[in-house]
């Protein structure tokens, strides 16, 4: 009886760290990185598990961030009323400690690839947190600063061949910004 409820409290507890952490998101984002990875020509599968575990766990560690900036906010509205903070199902410093092991074992798993992916993952992940999560509660102009963070999993994957393709780096992160932007507008200006 008591092993199972001890299991059902760590799957519970697990379940709040993927929410926590916006894991399918988390999964989403990465995905840019391998595209680039293998546009470039990357094909060496240890490197494309650090790209996309370190990756996911620095894209946790701004999601995870993002919670703990806005759960007073994430408390008022319906979408983010059951988030493990609002419902207080995780304290704050369980939060931090969790974009901590994030964020340092993700950087960690991005430095294994090289220096330049764990310094575009660190970069990104602090653009995404002042850009998009600090400016965006006074103005709109803290989402198109932060437009430009999609581009960073592009440089990641396409560093990460270590072959330097800067052009294509270039190329697909002005592809990328410029989707990111324009539906960005596109929300904000609705049927204008």
Request: proline share 1%; with cysteine.
């Amino acid at each position: 009886m008591e092993s199972s409820v001890v299991k059902q409290t760590i799957m519970q507890k697990i379940k709040e760290y993927f929410v926590f952490m916006k894991f399918r998101l988390s999964a989403l984002v990465v995905v840019s990185a391998l595209a680039s990875y293998l546009f470039v020509g990357g094909s060496d599968s240890t490197i494309i598990l650090y790209l996309l575990v370190g990756g996911m766990l620095v894209t946790a560690a701004s999601n995870g961030t993002n919670q703990i900036w806005e759960r007073e906010l994430d408390k008022l509205m319906k979408r983010t009323q059951n988030r493990p903070l609002p419902q207080g199902l995780m304290s704050v410093n369980e939060g931090f400690a969790v974009v901590a092991i994030c964020l340092i074992s993700g950087t960690a798993l991005l430095y294994m690839i090289n220096l330049y992916s764990a310094l575009l993952g660190l970069l990104a992940y602090f653009f995404i947190c002042i850009c998009i999560y600090a400016i965006k509660k006074k103005n709109t102009l803290g989402g198109i600063c932060g437009r430009h963070t999609r581009g960073y999993t592009t440089f990641i994957g396409c560093d990460s061949s270590h072959r330097r393709v800067w052009i294509d780096s270039w190329n697909l992160i002005f592809c990328s910004v410029y989707m990111a932007v324009s539906s960005f507008l596109g929300n904000c200006l609705g049927d204008v």
